[in-house]
């Protein structure tokens, strides 16, 4: 929106003494002539703005002008600088950037080399190794939808692969442990549902809108971590994985057993993601209980397995 970017333009220039139009367009990555037009927006606003010719020249704003900010310390806006820094690898929109813009506009330009050295100690980020554009869409599409308070619909399968159709009261989108979560009232169930944005298909944003509800967003937070069901499955493992399992079990859960192997009690929801991690262990890992997590591993494997079969079947007749 053009008011945040002026108002994030103007927050540089009360902190620095100067700052080039390249450099500023490129922060709000919008063209050269845009700059422009917004200098001379804040300028008829009644804030003068100094321009400075030549090869260093730029945008600036009189020391007669500026005003104190002490509002912030500076572990405050490294703080705020990480943060903001790890939602904007998740979801980056014109607002994060004027957002980023606004605070480091508080940095006393004598701070900004010491401060940007301690945000960057941190780095939080939760997008993927490979990068998943229809899932960003989902993403985008749903902030829309939470905004308008608009209806979505979408096609919905769960961990056996049934699907059903829903259409849902969008409220709250959620990461958890990188993947993406929408919460929001199902019209189709008459409830309050979570659905993984992996499991949907046929997304589409309504032109029906809600009257949204009286919601305590802490019962959803109970809801959602009470809907799935937390157990600890035994697992004997090879010592290759023991720093991967002192790191995700607790050093306290993970004890020696024969012949180089270990034995992990591991934090486990029975749901398809869980089921893959297991999976992914290969012959390093074994589950010996509880039995019902141990079957359907093996049901799982024998399913792979069949399927390698028939294809080697298949190749030589």
Request: net charge neutral; proline share 3%.
């Amino acid at each position: 929106m053009k008011i945040d970017r002026l108002l994030s333009i103007v927050m540089l220039l009360l902190e620095r003494r100067k700052i080039n139009a390249p450099e500023l367009a490129e922060m709000f990555e919008v063209k050269l002539r845009t700059i422009y037009r917004d200098i001379d927006t804040i300028n008829q606003a009644g804030i003068p703005i100094i321009t400075y010719r030549g090869a260093n020249g730029g945008f600036g704003i009189p020391d007669t002008y500026k005003i104190e900010k002490k509002l912030f310390t500076i572990s405050d806006i490294t703080a705020l600088l990480i943060g903001l820094g790890s939602i904007h690898s998740t979801m980056s929109s014109e607002e994060l950037l004027n957002t980023l813009a606004k605070v480091k506009g508080l940095i006393p330009a004598e701070q900004m080399k010491d401060i940007e050295l301690k945000s960057n100690q941190i780095i939080i980020d939760n997008t993927p190794w490979l990068g998943n554009e229809v899932l960003r869409l989902r993403v985008d599409a749903i902030k829309t939808a939470i905004n308008e308070n608009r209806f979505i619909s979408f096609n919905y399968f769960d961990r056996l692969g049934n699907k059903t159709q829903r259409k849902i009261e969008p409220y709250r989108l959620v990461m958890k442990n990188s993947y993406w979560y929408i919460q929001g009232y199902c019209t189709t169930r008459n409830d309050f549902r979570i659905f993984s944005l992996l499991n949907i298909s046929s997304l589409k944003l309504l032109n029906e809108k809600f009257h949204p509800r009286d919601i305590d967003f802490e019962s959803l937070d109970i809801y959602f971590r009470t809907n799935r069901k937390n157990i600890t499955v035994k697992l004997l493992v090879d010592e290759s994985l023991h720093d991967y399992m002192v790191g995700y079990c607790g050093e306290k859960n993970v004890t020696a057993s024969e012949n180089n192997k270990f034995i992990a009690y591991y934090p486990f929801v029975e749901d398809d993601y869980m089921y893959k991690m297991l999976l992914q262990f290969g012959d390093k890992c074994e589950c010996l209980e509880p039995e019902n997590v141990r079957l359907e591993l093996i049901s799982r494997i024998k399913k792979a397995l069949n399927l390698y079969e028939n294809n080697i079947a298949d190749q030589c007749v």
